[in-house]
């Protein structure tokens, strides 16, 4: 059985509220006392989970990491979503909203994408098995609950995935600066599938090379590019728009 520490209120609390199950242990810092972390305590308890009470250090050193909220807990890792769990979603939700992300290795962007792909409703994010950050505990920090409420499917051979996805009539528009038209003039309605590549190096050639038709969202100022988070709520947010 493999481990996984998680830290930050948010996605503590989503993994009690959804998966209590997984909890192994729970560590609070001493001292704290206030209504967010009374509520994960005491949602903790409620499914028999004794908080263990310690010094901010230990926290610290559990987390390796100082952003933790004053709450650090030991799950059960999880195996993510796969090219078959990615079938059945597509047999559910025959137009669904996707986003693809290739080669996104920093987990403060994973995260965020997770969160904006949660607030605008995305239905699955497919990510590259081996280009990928994966469902890190900083990832799910950063994703504040959207990680264990947005499926993540960690495909094999993406460019293959992406095949599939057209066979099923699903649009794939790939978000690149050299791209002719832009992120405005596109139709987002429908099964759509939006791809956007890693800060700096965006799409990899192959993954643009299996998009249906690329995009760029219009820059008026001096700066080139977009975190790859911002652009990514940018293109969500087109398509909520539009979609509804």
């Not at 830290?7 to 560590?27: C, D, K, N, Y």
């Not at 390796?64 to 709450?71: D, Y």
């Amino acid at each position: 059985m493999k481990k996984q520490i998680v830290f930050g209120l948010h996605a503590i609390e989503a993994i009690l509220t959804r998966q209590p199950e997984i909890v192994l242990e729970l560590w609070t810092l001493k001292g704290r006392a206030d209504e967010r972390l009374e509520s994960v305590i005491n949602k903790a308890q409620q499914f028999g989970i004794k908080p263990q009470v310690c010094n901010r250090k230990f926290l610290d050193e559990k987390a390796n990491s100082t952003q933790h909220q004053g709450v650090v807990a030991c799950i059960t890792e999880q195996a993510l979503l796969n090219e078959h769990d990615l079938d059945l979603l597509l047999k559910q939700k025959p137009q669904p909203l996707l986003l693809i992300l290739d080669g996104i290795t920093d987990p403060h962007n994973l995260g965020a994408c997770l969160r904006s792909a949660d607030a605008a409703g995305v239905d699955g994010v497919i990510v590259p098995k081996d280009k990928s950050v994966g469902l890190t505990g900083t990832v799910r920090k950063v994703a504040c609950g959207a990680a264990e409420v947005v499926p993540l499917y960690s495909v094999t051979n993406l460019a293959r995935t992406m095949r599939q996805l057209q066979e099923q009539n699903i649009w794939i528009l790939g978000a690149a600066g050299e791209a002719n038209s832009t992120l405005y003039q596109a139709n987002l309605r429908g099964g759509i599938a939006i791809a956007m590549g890693a800060e700096g190096k965006g799409l990899r050639r192959l993954t643009k090379e299996h998009c249906d038709t690329l995009i760029s969202i219009p820059m008026a100022g001096l700066v080139s590019s977009l975190n790859v988070s911002v652009a990514t709520g940018i293109c969500l947010f087109e398509a909520v728009r539009q979609r509804s």
